[in-house]
């Protein structure tokens, strides 16, 4: 009882914080998606499956298959440059790890948007990387670097290419690295090793990496915004669009719990295969 | 195949890291199915030659021969040579089977094959029950046996074992001495071996080098490097020793070492051994169970002994098997013995005046000074 009242103590600020901020909002915005919008925005508290029919439009269709797809290449963009870097670093001389995993923390210094207006300024048709290249005579027509979806990726990628890569990093370097040299050992070229034990290995982190990548990549607004121009590109646009512009509260947040589950169903997909590669890896081959 | 030559032969090999010489000008041979221990404190430079010899480390400057064939620059996935691990070093991810199989799989052998194999050496260490388990679900001691097959299933020219026993109980480190040994013989490759621990080195291996800063002091079996060191960092490292320092006088066969309070007598052999000359610093070395104790108390003749001397018992140990008597001289110099329990003596107690001495051809002469230490180990290193 006593070991009880104590975990109740450690436990309630955050537990409470939770639930003030979490819990309840979720269950408002869950009991908005299935109520019917206002003359004059609102919410009327009736019953309606509209606000979830409308997900399945063509248009809202649309915004969330091109949502996924930014949010994917996203992801396996960090994945291809995150793992490198956190081998890098995770396998750099112990005095070196700090320095350079600071490198990697450094952008968070500066505000998000602030980075991303940076962007606009290197990638317009007079920004910095169109003058240099035209400059060399690379080419002689500016490049469209802005305003489309290569500009979202580039933007969501440089954001949280750090998420990707911390998770990374602290499970390459929690790994023995006897394991890797018992692999050579037993006949296996670096490749081969890498493959084989040093992926599988550290699976938790490329997963832990990705779910911290593609989650706020295809939610995110700020991005498509700023970088994409256009206002419907992605279904975090399309949210707040609802929300702020359209004044349609049920239908944001029907579209909003359509995000959600779109996340939760990956997840689940991913612990399963996990769980597989895991068990059935040594079989593999 | 190699014929007469030796199996692995070190030349010369060099290594450093920074400003730190590692391995410092090291030669040493080893033959085929010989179950080779290299002993040393920790920071002597051991690991870093079992590492040279897996490919894991480069030398700085040297060969290292596998059967007359130069290894340096020949990746660690390329060499006919295994090894086992300190931390084991199993995949956590793979079955017992898989992580046996994994070298030979490695090998491109067809699947019968590998099977066969691999349920060949899971029976040898024991573990075909276990076949199936990951390693996360064993004991340390199975482990210990998985490393060992997935090491020798791919029947490798030499072994090469990091400490194979120090991640073990003391109970179980000394059945599996006996075990190791078994395993050698009845596979029959040479096993190189890495130890700190000088008792294991002793009753594992046919012979051992004993490594201090990077070199290598003396080569020998067992018996030599506990009968015959040739320098006092062996003779301190391998058993216990009485140490007695002096200078060297020779006269014709007479010999004595001349130290502060007294001088002490030695056979004229044991200063030829190791090449002592007039005026050198020594030390002679007694083994415990060399040294005799005699109560004063008992009459008893001391006219066998050789070297004799006066004080008094201050200690007394009993281990079971045998007991350890430490006892003061009358110059402060304090001495241990060693005698079978059942002795009898057993009665002694703390305070009785004894004398103790040794007989002429136990005293074991060793250069004293660092510098004929160093030279002493590239005598021994030319044996």
Redesign the interface.
């Known amino acids: 009882m006593k070991k009880f009242t104590q975990q109740l103590v450690l436990l309630g600020p955050g537990l409470a914080w939770l639930v003030v901020f979490l819990v309840i909002p979720l269950v408002l915005i869950l009991s908005y998606s299935f109520f019917r919008r206002g003359p004059y925005g609102g919410v009327v508290y009736e019953f309606t499956l509209k606000n979830y029919k409308q997900l399945f439009s063509p248009l809202v269709l649309r915004v969330f298959l091109t949502s996924l797809r930014i949010a994917v290449i996203t992801t396996g963009l960090a994945l291809l440059i995150g793992y490198p870097t956190a081998y890098a670093i995770a396998t750099a001389a112990p005095q070196w790890r700090t320095t350079l995993l600071g490198l990697v923390a450094l952008p968070f210094w500066t505000s998000y948007l602030i980075r991303t207006y940076a962007w606009i300024v290197l990638l317009n048709r007079e920004g910095v990387i169109n003058h240099f290249l035209m400059r060399l005579g690379i080419i002689h027509e500016p490049l469209g670097l802005l305003y489309n979806e290569f500009a979202i990726i580039i933007g969501l990628l440089y954001g949280y290419l750090p998420f990707m890569i911390l998770p990374l990093y602290s499970s390459i370097e929690r790994l ?1 690295p ?2 890797r ?9 670096p490749l ?1 090793t890498f493959f ?2 040093t992926l ?2 550290t699976l938790q982190g490329v997963i832990a990496g990705s779910i911290f990548v593609f989650v706020p990549s295809l939610g995110n607004f700020v991005v498509p915004e700023l970088l994409g121009g256009g206002r419907r590109l992605m279904i975090g646009n399309l949210i707040q669009n609802r929300f702020l512009k359209a004044r349609d509260w049920p239908s944001g947040a029907a579209m909003a719990f359509g995000v959600m589950s779109i996340v939760l169903i990956l997840l689940l997909l991913q612990a399963w295969a996990t769980n597989r590669l ?1 068990e059935g ?3 593999a ?1 | 195949m190699s014929g007469n030559g030796p199996l692995v032969a070190i030349r010369n090999v060099v290594k450093r890291f920074g400003s730190i010489v590692a391995v410092n000008n090291v030669s040493l041979d080893v033959q085929q199915g010989e179950f080779f221990a290299l002993l040393g404190p920790s920071g002597c430079g051991k690991t870093t030659l079992l590492r040279m010899l897996a490919g894991f480390e480069t030398p700085d400057s040297g060969e290292i021969l596998l059967e007359g064939e130069d290894l340096v620059g020949v990746k660690p996935w390329k060499r006919p040579v295994n090894m086992m691990f300190q931390s084991y070093a199993l995949f956590p991810h793979m079955t017992v089977y898989n992580n046996v199989a994994y070298g030979l799989r490695e090998d491109r052998l067809d699947k019968q094959e590998i099977d066969r194999r691999v349920r060949e050496v899971l029976e040898m260490v024991g573990l075909l029950g276990l076949a199936r388990r990951k390693p996360d679900t064993l004991s340390g001691g199975q482990k210990q046996r998985v490393a060992l097959a997935r090491a020798i299933v791919k029947q490798p020219k030499v072994l090469l074992l990091d400490e194979p026993l120090a991640a073990l109980d003391r109970k179980l480190r000394v059945e599996m001495r006996l075990e190791l040994k078994r395993l050698q013989h009845e596979v029959g490759i040479a096993f190189i071996f890495v130890t700190h621990d000088q008792e294991e080195a002793l009753t594992m291996a046919d012979r051992a080098a004993v490594m201090n800063a990077g070199q290598v002091l003396q080569v020998g079996t067992p018996q030599e490097l506990y009968e015959l060191p040739t320098s006092l960092f062996v003779a301190n490292f391998i058993g216990e020793s009485n140490v007695f320092t002096g200078s060297l006088k020779v006269a014709g066969d007479d010999v004595t070492v001349v130290g502060a309070e007294r001088a002490w007598r030695v056979s004229a052999e044991a200063s030829r051994r190791v090449g002592l000359k007039d005026g050198d610093a020594v030390a002679i070395v007694i083994r415990p169970e060399h040294l005799q104790i005699i109560p004063a108390a008992s009459g008893q003749e001391t006219n066998g002994l050789s070297n004799t001397a006066t004080g008094m018992l201050i200690e007394t140990a009993y281990l079971g098997s045998m007991r350890h008597y430490i006892v003061e001289l009358d110059d402060g110099t304090r001495v241990m013995a060693q005698t079978q329990a059942g002795h009898i003596f057993d009665s002694l107690t703390e305070g009785t005046r004894v004398s103790v001495g040794w007989e002429l051809e136990r005293g074991v002469l060793v250069p004293a000074d660092d510098e004929a230490l160093i030279e002493g180990a590239g005598l021994s290193g030319a044996l």
């Open positions: 023995n006897e394991l040299e018992a692999a050579a050992d037993l006949g296996a070229p081969k084989t034990v599988p290995l895991q890896g040594a079989n081959e």
